[in-house]
């Protein structure tokens, strides 16, 4: 039994006053079995609620009581505000959201929360760039991985082979406007990246997601691995040391400052899975950056720079 079904369940009693299981279910898409099994377990838990039999009858919440966010202090409530604010902006159901989350608040804390959620406001394009929508299928495997239920996956993996899988979706990622799920397959835990999904059916059947799971600890293990598979091919580099940050900034996590050589320049190692990458990386910066090894990633630059120098040679 699911604590998100369990609210939704909760707040749906305060809404209507009173609801029957068969409402419960057909709102919260379960059955009049699974919706009774909830409301009963509300009430063992201590929860006031209780049925009434008969015609017109159904579940009520005791003397209309009612869930708030009172237990919130005031810069948690800010905190939340502020995290949830600028995300809600496109989003009309977000918006909805945020207005009741206002009113639930205690009368102090109001202000305050609807100043953090208007403070920020995030454009995620880029400039020159249009604003990215969603893609649709990003939307059906968020509603599968909240309410634990398989997909089914037609997945095109490197080499465009096709294959079908059915996966126990855990949590999706947006890295860079680019999306991940993250599931549960026969073989163990694995990442797709989602614009590679040519067909998803959310099934019936329901998803097995480990009670230790963490999403974020799952993410960064993906990233470390990922970044370790791309820095098979190492190049110390020497750059003009005012220069050195911005090399950092443009190469990430595959930039290592590694000190200050005799004549005054920095060194830093680069990463790449192949010295051919390292060498399209750097061709650009000209005199600033000179590769001192290894030799492959020197014949590669060397090899951009004939092509260059003969294909513009006046």
């Excluded at 398989?150 to 465009?160: E, F, H, M, N």
């Excluded at 694995?190 to 067909?199: G, L, M, N, P, S």
Aim: glycine residues 8%; aromatic residues 4%; proline residues 5%.
């Amino acid at each position: 039994m699911r604590a998100d079904r369990l609210v939704a369940t909760l707040l749906l009693m305060q809404t209507r006053g009173r609801v029957t299981a068969a409402e419960i279910a057909e709102e919260l898409e379960v059955s009049i079995a699974t919706a009774r099994r909830d409301l009963e377990a509300l009430s063992a838990a201590g929860v006031p609620v209780y049925p009434q039999p008969g015609r017109g009858g159904g579940w009520s919440l005791v003397g209309g009581a009612r869930t708030d966010l009172t237990g919130l202090t005031a810069g948690e409530a800010r905190a939340l505000f502020l995290l949830a604010g600028p995300s809600a902006g496109s989003v009309p159901e977000a918006k909805s959201a945020l207005r009741k989350l206002v009113r639930a608040l205690p009368q102090t804390f109001r202000s305050d929360a609807q100043a953090a959620a208007d403070a920020v406001v995030i454009d995620p394009a880029r400039w020159g760039a249009v604003d990215q929508e969603l893609p649709p299928v990003v939307t059906l495997l968020q509603r599968a991985v909240v309410r634990r239920t398989k997909v089914r996956l037609r997945y095109a993996g490197k080499g465009s082979a096709v294959s079908e899988r059915l996966i126990d979706p855990w949590g999706l990622v947006d890295k860079d406007a680019v999306w991940y799920l993250i599931a549960g397959t026969e073989r163990g835990q694995r990442t797709f990246r989602v614009d590679r999904i040519e067909e998803a059916i959310v099934t019936d059947e329901p998803a097995h997601r480990p009670a230790d799971f963490d999403l974020n600890a799952a993410w960064e293990q993906v990233v470390a691995e990922m970044e370790e598979r791309r820095a098979t091919t190492s190049a110390t580099v020497l750059v003009t040391a005012h220069l050195l940050p911005v090399l950092q900034h443009q190469q990430g996590r595959h930039c290592i400052p590694d000190g200050i050589a005799e004549d005054g320049r920095a060194r830093a190692r680069i990463t790449a899975p192949t010295p051919r990458m390292i060498a399209q990386q750097l061709a650009g910066w000209g005199s600033d950056v000179e590769v001192v090894a290894p030799q492959s990633v020197r014949d590669e630059l060397a090899a951009i720079g004939a092509v260059l120098t003969q294909r513009y040679r006046a």
